[in-house]
Every structure is written in structure tokens, then in C-alpha cells.
């Protein structure tokens, strides 16, 4: 089977943006089939965390024509939203709160029951290992811990597109090697995969395609093995 009888999860062409002087995004084009997983690999600053922040509308791009889930992202942004999940460099745990607290809040945040809440943040919970630490303060939890905790957290809306920036970066061997059997298991559920990492390892391990990010443009794409060619 090929990938391209499948609908985009994401389009971008000519993706630009500068924050003032330095440009950061020089007219890059990204092509995401869904249910597949997608790296943008590339060193620090070469520009993947904002590719992620404009395609998951949190920046707006200067220039480019981008379409994510099958919307334009310009014309109808709520409905990106409603469509996709962020798991962020950076933790959105809150730390003084239990696991299962973070859970059931973002819940609230996606207008679920509170009955329903309680069944997806159980389900989560346990479909990452986190059952056991679930009623205690999440600041007590393992860098591996929060990173899994911080998946579930995105899974509550059940996102079609998932962007993960970063998602391994600090973890130790083990919890890394977690992580990706995870990112295998979202895919395998039909979900696509956008993921940004410095390590061709990682992407080598996880990614159908991958994009070589560096000074703003990509440098690269293929395969892994079309790449290691």
C-alpha cells in the first residue's frame, strides 16, 4: 500500500517565519499522511519547535499554506484545535496535584461528564502504567512519569494528530525506549505521529518519514533507509 492514496494529516507549503531579524522558517513544505509517524529532525534552533507551534496554532506562520487534519489553518483554527493534541518540550503537569487530578481536569477542559471524565482518566491512567501513583502529587513523579502522564493528559480529547516536541529529550534509556513503545501504540490506534527530536536514533526507530530540519530548511527527506543512504 501506499501512502499517498491516503489524505494529508498535514500539508504545509512554503511554512515562513521570522522573529524579527533572524528567520527561523525559510519556505519550508511538510507532507504528513495520517496513521503515519512523521520527524522533523534537526539540531537545537534549527526551527522545529516553531514549525510545531504553527501547525498546532499556537504562533502564526508569516507566509505558507498550511492545512492540518484536512482544515485550513488560517481560515478555521478551532477546528485544528478540536482535532489534535500537544505534548510540549516542556511539561504541562501541574506538579501539585496528583496524577489523577491532572487527568480529571483536563477532562473538565474538554467539557466531558464528570462521570465520563472519571472513565477516560481511568482508562489513561492505566494504559500508561500510572495507576499506582495516580492519587499521589505529581511533582513526586519520575521524569518518565511526568512525560507519560503528560501523553495521557493529551489523549483525553482523543486527538486524530498528535504533535510531540520532544518528547524524550532528558529521559533516561529505559524510560526512553517506554516512550517509543507508546508512540508505536498511538499509531497502531490510527492516530498520526508529528514528532520533533535531535536524535536520528529516535527517528530512525519510530519515523515512516523523516524531514532534516537545519538553518530554517530542510535539508533532507525520505525514509530512515533513503536518508542513511
Known amino acids: 500500500m501506499t501512502t499517498t492514496t491516503l489524505a494529508p494529516a498535514i500539508a504545509a507549503t512554503g511554512l515562513r517565519k521570522s522573529f524579527g531579524d533572524k528567520l527561523v522558517l525559510d519556505g519550508i513544505d511538510l507532507h504528513v499522511p495520517a496513521g503515519t509517524i512523521f520527524s522533523l529532525l534537526g539540531p537545537n534552533g534549527a ?6 507551534k504553527i501547525l498546532s ?3 502564526t506562520a508569516d507566509a505558507g499554506d498550511i492545512r492540518v487534519g484536512g482544515h485550513d489553518l488560517a481560515g478555521d483554527p478551532q477546528a485544528v484545535r478540536a482535532a489534535i493534541g500537544v505534548t510540549g518540550q516542556f511539561s504541562a503537569v501541574d506538579g501539585l496535584i496528583t496524577g489523577e ?6 477532562a473538565a477542559l474538554h467539557h466531558l461528564s464528570k462521570r465520563e471524565g472519571r472513565r477516560v482518566a481511568a482508562e489513561l491512567l492505566e494504559r500508561f502504567d500510572l495507576t499506582d501513583a495516580a492519587k499521589k502529587p505529581a511533582s ?3 521524569g518518565g512519569m511526568k512525560r507519560r502522564l503528560d501523553i495521557a493528559m493529551t489523549l483525553v480529547g482523543d486527538p486524530r494528530i498528535i504533535f510531540l516536541d520532544e518528547p524524550t529529550t532528558g529521559l533516561d534509556p529505559r524510560s526512553r525506549h517506554n516512550m517509543w513503545q507508546i508512540i508505536r501504540e498511538l499509531v497502531t490506534g490510527g492516530v498520526t505521529v508529528f514528532l520533533t527530536t535531535q536524535y536520528l536514533e529516535e527517528a530512525d526507530e ?12 530542510i535539508a533532507a527527506e525520505g525514509t530512515a533507509e533513503e536518508l542513511k543512504r
Do not use: C, H, P
Not at 526551527?47 to 510545531?52: F, I, Q
Open 47 to 52: 526551527g522545529k519547535t516553531t514549525a510545531v
Open 57 to 59: 496554532t499556537l504562533i
Open 101 to 106: 487530578e491532572n487527568m480529571l481536569l483536563m
Open 140 to 142: 513526586t513523579y519520575s
Open 206 to 217: 519510530l519515523a515512516d518519514r523523516i524531514a532534516v530540519l537545519n538553518d530554517g530548511k
